[in-house]
C-alpha cells in the first residue's frame, strides 16, 4: 500500500525544540518531493514548502522561511519538519503531501497535531 | 505571491443537486489548479489536478474546468459524502504552491 505515516501528536512549551517525522512506504521515495502543509484550529490550508528528496534541496514559501526547517533521511524513506523554538502560534495539524502530477499533492500523511502551550 | 480567491465561502446545498464552486488566481496560473476534498479529521483528498483531471479513483460527478485565472469545480448530483469544505491549490508559483480559503459545502 502506497502510504504517508506521520509521528504522533506532540504537546510542547514554548521555546522547545521539536521535530516531526513523515515516512513513505510503498513507493519509491526518491521519485517523489515531500511538502508540509499547516491547518491552523479552524482556519484552511497552508502551504509550508517542500523538499526534494534527492539532494534534501528544501523551498520554503516566504510566510515559513527561516520559522521551520526540512530534512530528509532517504534510508528509512522519511521526511522531517523541525522547530528550534516553538511557539504558541505553531498550535495546528501539519500534514505532509507528496508530490504527484504538476506538482498536485496526491497523497497525504494522516496528519501530526502539534499543541504548544505554557 | 499569487493568491487564490474562492467563492461562496459556504455553499447549502442539497442531494442531487449540482453546485458549483469557483477559484480565481491574481495571476495566470495556466492549468496549474488543483482541487481537494476535506473532511473533518481526516487528511484532504486530491479530487482534480491541472485544472479537470480526474485523479484515480474519484468519481465522475466530479469535474473541473478553467485556464489563466479563472476555475471551477462542479460536482453533480451530490451525494451524501460530498458534504466537506473543499480547496483549490495552484502549483504554478514555486515554492509558494498557495490554496484558497476553502468552500465549506454544508446540507441545507
Known amino acids: 500500500e502506497v502510504r504517508l505515516v506521520q509521528s504522533g501528536a506532540e504537546v510542547k512549551k514554548p521555546g522547545e525544540s521539536l521535530k516531526i517525522s513523515c515516512q513513505g512506504s510503498g513507493y519509491r521515495f526518491s521519485s517523489h518531493w515531500i511538502g508540509w502543509v499547516r491547518q491552523m484550529p479552524g482556519k484552511g490550508l497552508e502551504w509550508m514548502g517542500f523538499i526534494y528528496t534527492t539532494d534534501s534541496d528544501a523551498r520554503y514559501s516566504p510566510s515559513f522561511e527561516g520559522l521551520v526547517s526540512m530534512s530528509v533521511d532517504r534510508s528509512i524513506s522519511t521526511a522531517y519538519l523541525h522547530w528550534s523554538s516553538l511557539k504558541a502560534s505553531d498550535t495546528a495539524v501539519y500534514y505532509c503531501v507528496r508530490a504527484g502530477h504538476y506538482s498536485s499533492s496526491d497523497l497525504w500523511g494522516q496528519g501530526t497535531q502539534v499543541t504548544v502551550s505554557s | 505571491d499569487i493568491q487564490m480567491t474562492q467563492s461562496p465561502s459556504s455553499l447549502p446545498a442539497s442531494i442531487g443537486d449540482r453546485v458549483t464552486i469557483t477559484c480565481r488566481a491574481s495571476e495566470n496560473i495556466d492549468n496549474y489548479l488543483h482541487w481537494y476534498q476535506h473532511k473533518p479529521g481526516k487528511a484532504p483528498k486530491l479530487l482534480i489536478y491541472?485544472?479537470?483531471t480526474l485523479e484515480n479513483g474519484v468519481p465522475s460527478r466530479f469535474s473541473g474546468s478553467g485556464s489563466g485565472t479563472d476555475f471551477t469545480l462542479t460536482i453533480s448530483p451530490l451525494e451524501p459524502e460530498d458534504f466537506a469544505t473543499y480547496y483549490c491549490?495552484?502549483?504554478?508559483?514555486?515554492?509558494?504552491?498557495?490554496f484558497g480559503q476553502g468552500t465549506k459545502l454544508e446540507i441545507k
Open positions: 491541472a485544472a479537470s
Open positions: 491549490q495552484q502549483s504554478y508559483s514555486t515554492p509558494m504552491y498557495s
